[in-house]
Structures are given as C-alpha cells and as structure tokens.
C-alpha cells in the first residue's frame, strides 16, 4: 500500500497503489496523499497527474471495512480528513488531471471531482454509489458533482447510485475527454501538456477566478476577475506576450 510521487518534465504523478483492494482509500491512505500533495506544492510542477495502480481501478471509494463499527465523532473526523485532502487537490495553483483508468466509485469519484480535470479510459466506470451502503457521499462528492454536471443529473447519480460508463460520462461533462491510445497515461500527460502550455501567472489567475467566482453570486465574481486579471498586466509575462504579438513573433513566457 503506497502513494508515489513521480516528478518529470514538469508534471508530476501521483500514483495510488493499493491494487489488491482496488486503490480503496483507508485513513492511512488519504494522509500520505496529503502529505504528497505538500510536495507538490512546493515543488515546480505545472501540472498533477492522480491516477491508480494496475488496470482495473483508479480507486473503489472509501475502504469500506474500515469505515464499519466506528462511532459517529470517528467517521466526522474522516470525513473532514477526506475532505481537506481533496480541497488541498482543488486549491493548488497548478491544473490538475485526474486519468480514471479503471472504477473510480465514491471516494475516488470525488477524488476525481476535486481536480481540474478528469480524462477516462474508454472501458472506465464511474458512480456515487454511497446509498446502496445506506450512505451519503462524505468527501465533497454532493458538492462538488452538481457544480459539474449540473443539480439534475447530480441527484440522479446519487439518489440511484448507478454506474455511468466513459461514454455517458464524457456525453455529460463528467470527464473531458476518453483517452485515444493504449497508453493512456501519455494521452493524459499530453493532455496537460496542452493546459500547461502558457504562462505559470495566468494559468493560475484564471483557474482561481474560475474556481473562486463559482461559489460568489456573479457581481463578486466579476470583482475577483476584474482584480486578477488587472494583476495579469503587471507580470513580465504579460509584457512579453503582448511584445511578441505586436512584434510578430512566438512569446517566451517564463513564468513571471
Ligand atoms: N473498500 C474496501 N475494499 C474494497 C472496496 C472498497 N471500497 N472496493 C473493492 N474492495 C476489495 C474487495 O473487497 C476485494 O477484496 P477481497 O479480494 O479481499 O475480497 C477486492 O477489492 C476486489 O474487489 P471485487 O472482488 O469486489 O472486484 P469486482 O471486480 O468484482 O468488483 C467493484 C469491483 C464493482 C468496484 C466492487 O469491488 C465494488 O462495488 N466496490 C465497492 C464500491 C463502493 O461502494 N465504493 C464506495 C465506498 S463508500 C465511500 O466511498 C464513501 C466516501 C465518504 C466516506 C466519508 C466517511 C469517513
């Protein structure tokens, strides 16, 4: 059982290996995330990768053995655990991309949720399935999954706790995008490769002033992007974008 961080040509992977049990999340799981997610923080990564070990599962939810027996103040202080830990994924300055290479069912849909972005295996199956167990989700997923797919469709995943399959969950919003080739994780750094293309500065001002204006009625959104996007103007970044574009040629941004 093990949670890796791999650092290469600015993306860092995340990996969730506890195969045997479908990348379950157990409490000692969800803390070495968070503790990854610390080094990504400071490292300089441009983008994050999650995805899971092995070719059946990108991560089965919460474990659910763990979770029987324990009392009410136990499974609130999961909960929060859980919760903090993936609002640590959303928060980061850098997009990230959740490959969900296999289950990703509860928990691990909603570690999914907490991502910038979510990219499927053809052959990926997805859900809420928390009311079968006499559940709610507890790791962001009521939250998180209406502002994605809307109120609707959100209650219906939850309320029915059914299986959605890549292509119904592309059709939907759920995901971005199916990976094309066999080497999925290649389509998802490519993937990335793409959101990361331009400058560190406006990539991180436009994912806060999307992501921070979504919980602020809109006059206040428009304050935030009005601020950040002032902001954008003073870095060297800018600067030479808007040089190159007069001077005819490609920009160099150098994150500044
Ligand atoms: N927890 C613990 N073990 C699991 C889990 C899980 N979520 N999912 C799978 N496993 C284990 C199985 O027990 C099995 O172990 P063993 O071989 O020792 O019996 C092994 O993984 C392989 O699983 P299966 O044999 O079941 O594999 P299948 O291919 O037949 O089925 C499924 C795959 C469909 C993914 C199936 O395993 C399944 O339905 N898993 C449970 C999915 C689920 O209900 N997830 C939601 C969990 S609840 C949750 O996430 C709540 C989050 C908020 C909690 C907040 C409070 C703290």
Redesign the pocket.
């Known amino acids: 059982m093990t949670v890796t961080l791999a650092l290469s040509e600015g993306i860092a992977t995340l990996t969730i290996d506890r195969h045997?049990?479908?990348n379950?999340?157990n409490f000692s799981l969800i803390s070495d995330i968070s503790e990854k997610l610390d080094e990504v923080r400071v490292s300089d990564a441009r983008g994050l990768l999650i995805t899971g070990a092995g070719e059946?599962?990108f991560c089965?939810?919460?474990?659910?053995?763990?979770?029987m027996g324990r009392d009410l103040m136990a499974?609130k202080r999961?909960?929060e655990?859980?919760q903090a830990t993936f609002a640590k994924i959303a928060a980061l300055e850098i997009p990230s991309l959740a490959l969900i290479n296999g289950?990703a069912?509860?928990?691990?849909l909603?570690m999914a949720l907490a991502c910038t972005f979510r990219m499927a295996v053809p052959t990926a199956?997805m859900g809420?399935?928390?009311i079968?167990?006499g559940?709610i989700?507890?790791?962001g997923?009521t939250q998180r999954l209406p502002r994605l797919i809307g109120e609707g469709r959100a209650l219906e995943m939850i309320l029915t706790g059914r299986t959605v399959d890549a292509e119904e969950a592309l059709r939907i919003g759920l995901v971005n995008r199916l990976t094309e080739t066999a080497d999925s994780v290649a389509d998802a750094q490519g993937f990335l490769g793409e959101v990361t293309r331009y400058g560190l500065p406006a990539i991180s001002f436009a994912k806060e002033a999307v992501t921070r204006a979504l919980d602020l009625p809109i006059h206040e959104g428009l304050k935030v992007e009005a601020d950040l996007s002032t902001l954008s103007f003073r870095t060297e970044d800018a600067d030479e974008g808007l040089a190159a574009f007069v001077e005819k040629r490609k920009p160099t941004f150098q994150d500044r």
């Open positions: 045997k049990a479908l379950a999340l059946k599962a089965a939810g919460a474990d659910i053995k763990e979770l499974q999961g909960a655990a859980g289950f069912f509860g928990g691990g909603e199956k809420l399935p928390e079968k167990l559940l989700p507890g790791y997923g």
